[in-house]
């Protein structure tokens, strides 16, 4: 079979390069970029250069060389709500045309409906306004770590919380906690800020909160950036349980687990965390976060008079809640990713789930799926925690799935076989993904 794929990843290869012309000058013209691209992850491409963005509309994008791809891989969650809906699009030139002042340090009226929103959404009283989700969730553990007195941050090993250091841990061959491979310039050994456990694993979470030094834990309700690893019957039950006994708050990030329902996994799943961290998909495709607090997490920060939470204690900064991200995200949650978008897309997404199952079949592989989002693995068993997940890559194979499938008018989320729909993605587009993976996987035989 290796050798098989190394031919078919070489001739869809020479195909892509052949169809984008345009694309691959951009990419080799742009040689004040870093990497070439505005930012390095753009150049993780299975046909070996990124296709450059002409325009994007609803479930659709069209590159520099003229060819429309149905989208599903939306931003990695970032256009969850499709590419420039109209509400959106009219309430940010709105914001900029005829009211003015995308950002002047004051506040609006709308951050005000979004808290109301996000609260009756996630069931946490109080929140705050980032920029992307890695603020929240850094802002959030400096919080967590001021209130309990206690240095370190729990994470699952192959979790995704954006760049936040402490997450960059994983659990090793032996066990033990290692500094994730390909790190870049941390500041200290993760060790040393961190502890990890792997996901599914309440024996491995009980002896690290034993120590008595965790602030707190940060987790996805489901793993998602490995693949999606979901809970097992128990474990978030457990988790919760077992954070209480120990005095340590939890922060559930459903940046990516939004997927699950207008209140992500928090309400889909009828969780209780301390905190909810979320970006990306709430702002419509402009840049915002928030991190939301129970009532009495935010009542012991209240409490802290020694904490400067308005000038310089390292939480918040200048373009945070600025009016036109506010603008943005309030026109995505009150028209865009509403409660009856949500029921309509994880109908298609079961049905994606389904159809990439009976897609798949001949291959000893497994699907996931978590409300709007489905994914597969290299693995069967579905892996049950990070480490088995992050076992069952295959680059190649990875890599020459995605190609074949740009070939035909498809684009998947580069990291990964994950596929989302939007509230404009149609079972047509379903089926036009799953026609182009069954004969993917047809070639592999």
């Keep these: 079979m290796n050798t098989r794929l190394h031919e078919l990843l070489g001739r869809e290869r020479a195909r892509y390069a052949e169809q984008h012309p345009r694309s691959a000058s951009a990419f080799k013209n742009a040689k004040h970029l870093f990497g070439r691209t505005p930012m390095t992850w753009m150049a993780k491409q299975a046909g070996g250069f990124p296709l450059y963005l002409a325009t994007a509309r609803g479930a659709r994008v069209t590159d520099l060389d003229g060819h429309t791809f149905i989208d599903l891989c939306l931003g990695d969650t970032g256009a969850m709500a499709g590419h420039s809906p109209a ?14 002042g995308a950002t002047a340090m004051l506040p609006t009226e709308d951050a005000a409906w979004v808290g109301e929103e996000l609260t009756r959404r996630f069931a946490l009283p109080q929140w705050s306004l980032a920029l992307t989700a890695t603020d929240a969730n850094r802002w959030a553990i400096r919080l967590a770590r001021a209130i309990t007195g206690r240095p370190k941050i729990l994470v699952n090993s192959y979790c995704y919380h954006g760049s936040v250091d402490e997450s960059l841990i994983v ?5 033990t906690a290692e500094i994730r491979e390909g790190n870049v310039g941390a500041p200290v050994d993760t060790r040393v800020t961190s502890r990890v ?13 034993a120590h008595g030094d965790v602030a707190a834990v940060l987790m996805e309700p489901a793993l998602t950036n490995i693949g999606i690893v979901l809970p097992e019957a128990g474990y978030l039950e457990g988790v919760r349980r077992l954070t209480r006994e120990h005095g340590v708050l939890l922060i559930n990030d459903e940046t990516h687990t939004f997927s699950a329902g207008p209140g992500g996994a928090t309400r889909a799943w009828g969780l209780e965390p301390d905190v909810v961290t979320i970006g990306k998909a709430i702002g419509g495709g402009v840049p915002v976060g928030a991190y939301g607090l129970s009532a009495e997490v935010s009542e012991r920060i209240e409490a802290r008079t020694d904490l400067d939470l308005i000038d310089m204690g390292g939480v918040g900064g200048t373009l945070a809640g600025n009016a036109l991200s506010v603008a943005a995200t309030r026109a995505t949650l009150e028209h865009v990713l509403t409660d009856e978008a949500f029921e309509k897309m994880t109908g298609l997404g079961k049905y994606l789930a389904e159809g990439t199952r009976n897609a798949i079949k001949s291959q000893p592989w497994s699907v996931s799926q978590v409300g709007a989002r489905a994914e597969f693995r290299f693995a069967d068993p579905a892996p049950r925690t990070g480490g088995e997940s992050h076992a069952a890559e295959n680059a190649e194979l990875d890599d020459y799935l995605h190609v074949y499938a740009a070939n035909r008018g498809i684009l998947l989320t580069p990291f990964h076989n994950m596929a989302l729909v939007c509230p404009d993605t149609t079972r047509a587009d379903v089926d036009a993904h799953l026609q182009v993976l069954d004969a993917a996987v047809a070639e592999l035989a």
């Design 87 to 100: 509400p959106v699009v009219e309430a940010v030139q709105h914001r900029l045309k005829d009211l003015g």
């Design 171 to 175: 659990v090793g061959p032996d066990g």
């Design 197 to 209: 456990a792997e996901y599914n694993d309440l024996e491995g979470l009980a002896a690290e909160l």
